[in-house]
């Protein structure tokens, strides 16, 4: 690839896009080791309570909270983020480290040759998605809700999974193709020799980093490249297609601290044609989980993963955080597409505001199965996803798993609740055997992991047995009106009950009413009186207070 020398300077190039308002400049704080969470592997024991403590690390971004029992699913509480959720503290996240904007700038100027080059690539309908102005405290609190002892949101109500089929319906990225193995180090010489560049021009350039490639250095080869005009015939085609795949995917999908990608993916362009052969789609997936745990269980203060994904999920499932409609057809593709952003509901809302919101949920405010009416179209677009619901799978994320734990979430499957075992061990690496290669490609049967169809409520009472259910307090310590408006909230869960037992008193008064009217209209028995008819028996009403400065204990009942 010809490029044309740079002069150096403070100033940026006219040609780049502006800085992206979601990058953060890298920090030394997150060079510490980082371990992530995996499902089924904690480090304390069954009935542990992180009240006992350990000594955590300075570096931790997140400090054990004391006095918070584990629960017989979820183990280290103290541990979690949602820990500082309890006591309404900021959040530990800081760092945003995806720069989608910056992506969509190149591919939108870039010219027809190229644009067709990358809609053949398994990222073609990802390309296509308008991006949103994420609303970051929303995201923030969804990462509160997560737990990689199960890879699920664990809400008041059930757990709710990221399945892979909501990935591919969202994002249009297939989960296909051959499983991206750990990639071996590639060095300089190579690397550069792939981009099209002269290896003297990467140092020169500073845009080598322990085998990295700077993301920055990468947005100034594609500003400095005539994009628009660039055709098929040209020598630098090949080289400008990879630099452009390759900075998809250190800009959206495999962020590093640093802001930069790993050069061993260029490993994987050689020759172009090989991208194809790939799953991306289910290694971006994995990323997502590994991402969550990281983050969930303070693993650093920054986001690296493709984040925005948590709002698009939220916009079909969560009803407080659906935006109107950008697009009305209901065949658009992918869904995430269809949306308009920012939400209006949520727009610069405040952080707890986005707690108090997902600790309300109900059942009512849920959509289980947003895509339940759209077969014909996962059927043609999704080739197959489907599949893996209700099941158990395996993805791999550059050569350790995540798992996609099926029996847990068999609601999002069919709508109905099943009370599943708990999650086994499972093994951080993706083994070459048989089985693990069956898990992978299709994922494995589990309705013997879980039970027989039980109704919400049932559900519910082990679900709260289990689970952490509500994690805020009674209502919000933030001054002015949200305060105000949060104890006429409390106040309103506290007379719950008694309006539960009015609304029944009422339903069967209602049918006695009509009941005496029938026998009236057709003279059944003109000898009975209403003298002979016993009152109808009203419940009994609990005892409660209403003073507005009494504090009785919120009561959580949904159903």
């Known amino acids: 690839m010809v490029r044309p020398k740079r002069v150096r300077s403070r100033g940026s190039s006219s040609a780049r896009p502006e800085q992206d308002e979601d990058y953060i400049p890298p920090t030394d704080v997150e060079e510490h080791p980082i371990e992530s969470s995996r499902v089924g592997a904690s480090s304390s024991g069954a009935g542990a309570s992180s009240s006992r403590g350990r000594r955590r690390s300075g570096l931790d971004l997140v400090p054990e909270v004391l006095g918070i029992p584990d629960t017989p699913l979820l183990k280290g509480l103290g541990e979690h983020i949602s820990a500082l959720c309890r006591n309404q503290e900021r959040t530990p996240i800081s760092g945003w480290r995806c720069t989608w904007k910056n992506v969509l700038t190149f591919y939108q100027v870039a010219s027809p040759a190229l644009r067709d080059a ?12 308008p991006r949103i102005q994420s609303d970051r405290r929303l995201i923030a ?83 400095e490249v005539a994009l628009a005009v660039i055709d098929l015939d040209s020598l630098a085609f090949t080289s400008i297609l990879r630099v452009f795949l390759l900075f998809i995917l250190g800009s959206c999908f495999f962020m590093t601290d640093r802001s930069c990608v790993d050069s061993s993916f260029l490993s994987l362009m050689d020759p172009i044609d090989r991208f194809d052969t790939f ?94 009416d759209l077969e014909d179209m996962i059927r043609l677009l999704c080739r197959g996803a489907r599949r893996f619901l209700g099941r158990r799978v395996a993805f791999s994320y550059l050569g350790t798993c995540e798992y996609f734990l099926g029996e847990r979430v068999l609601h999002q499957c069919d709508g109905e609740f099943r ?11 993706l083994d070459h055997d048989a089985f693990m290669e069956e898990m992978r490609t299709a994922g494995v049967p589990i309705h013997h992991l879980a ?81 002979e008819i016993p009152p109808h028996q009203c419940l009994s009403r609990p005892d409660l207070s209403f003073d507005f400065d009494a504090d009785s204990p919120q009561d959580d009942d949904e159903d």
């Open 118 to 129: 990358l809609g053949r690539t398994p990222l073609s309908s990802f390309l296509t998605i």
């Open 141 to 223: 609190a969804l990462c509160e809700r997560w737990f990689g002892d199960t890879n699920t949101f664990h809400f008041p109500y059930c757990e709710l999974a990221i399945t892979p089929l909501d990935f591919v319906m969202l994002t249009g990225i297939q989960i296909v193709g051959e499983v991206i193995p750990p990639l071996p180090d590639i060095s300089m010489d190579q690397a550069a020799a792939l981009m099209g560049v002269s290896p003297a021009t990467v140092a020169s350039d500073s845009g080598w980093e322990a085998g990295k490639v700077k993301l920055s250095w990468l947005g100034s080869i594609l500003g």
């Open 279 to 372: 799953d991306w789609g289910g290694a971006i997936y994995a990323s997502i989980l590994a991402g969550l745990s990281r983050v969930s269980r303070g693993g650093g203060r920054s986001a690296r993963f493709f984040y925005p994904f948590l709002e698009m999920w939220a916009h079909e499932y969560l009803d407080p955080f659906r935006p109107t409609l950008r697009i009305p057809d209901i065949t658009s593709f992918p869904r995430s597409s269809r949306w308009s952003a920012p939400c209006s509901k949520v727009d610069s809302h405040l952080l707890d505001k986005a707690r108090e919101e997902l600790d309300r949920l109900t059942m009512r405010r849920v959509t289980l199965r947003p895509f339940a």
């Open 419 to 429: 009370i599943p075992l708990p999650p086994p061990e499972m093994t951080p690496i």
């Open 451 to 531: 039970g027989e169809v039980v109704t919400h409520s049932f559900y519910l009472s082990w679900f709260r047995g289990v689970s952490i259910g509500p994690i805020m307090r009674p209502f919000s310590t933030r001054p002015g009106a949200t305060e105000v408006g949060g104890k006429l909230v409390e106040k309103y869960f506290q007379m719950r009950p008694l309006l539960a037992i009015l609304e029944e008193d009422n339903r069967a008064l209602t049918e006695e009413k009509a009941r005496l009217r029938g026998r009236c209209a057709t003279f059944e028995d003109p000898s009975v009186t209403l003298a």
